[in-house]
């Protein structure tokens, strides 16, 4: 028990540094270059969302939010992923592939790509016991 309530001490920064290291043994150069961009593009979205999650983070029980965060959440000094932990990346999910991705034209990773590292990475987070939700990524629509 005290092991997972260390893990959710710690800042996304360092959860993110940690699944980068864990996904560089299984995967090859080329492939390693698509989920760092990946991981870095998500942390931009992540810090770019930081308004509305640290007004969600207000709701969350006490015993999901870091230690050193007061009610109000992320300082405006320090970036979301810096001063955070990772128990809302699961919930910036949707809006990353969905309208993130949709405004940064041109960043070289696919939508295919993108839908299935994020499901990827916030299933390692949760098996990894860094989050305690699970993502369930909403179906495109066709404009038929």
């Known amino acids: 028990m005290e ?8 800042r996304c920064d360092e959860i993110f540094a940690l699944y980068l290291v864990e996904t560089a043994k299984r995967v090859n150069e080329a492939g390693y270059g698509v989920v760092l961009r990946f991981v870095l593009l998500y942390r931009d979205s992540l810090n770019s969302s930081a308004a509305k999650l640290n ?4 709701k969350l ?12 959440g992320a300082t405006t000094e320090a ?17 990353f592939v969905t309208r ?6 041109g960043v070289g990773l696919s939508f295919e790509d993108a839908k ?11 098996h990894n016991r860094y989050t305690c ?5 909403a179906e495109e629509k066709s404009a038929d």
């Not at 092991?3 to 710690?10: A, L, P």
């Open 3 to 10: 092991e997972i309530r260390n893990k959710r001490q710690m």
């Open 55 to 58: 007004e969600d983070k207000k």
């Open 61 to 72: 029980p006490d015993m999901l939010r870091l230690k050193a965060e007061d009610s109000k």
């Open 79 to 95: 970036e979301y992923t810096q001063s955070s932990n990772a128990e809302q990346v699961p919930d910036a999910s949707n809006d």
């Open 100 to 105: 993130y991705l949709r405004s940064q034209p």
């Open 116 to 126: 299935g590292l994020t499901v990827h990475l916030n299933y390692w987070l949760f």
């Open 133 to 137: 939700s699970t993502v369930s990524l």
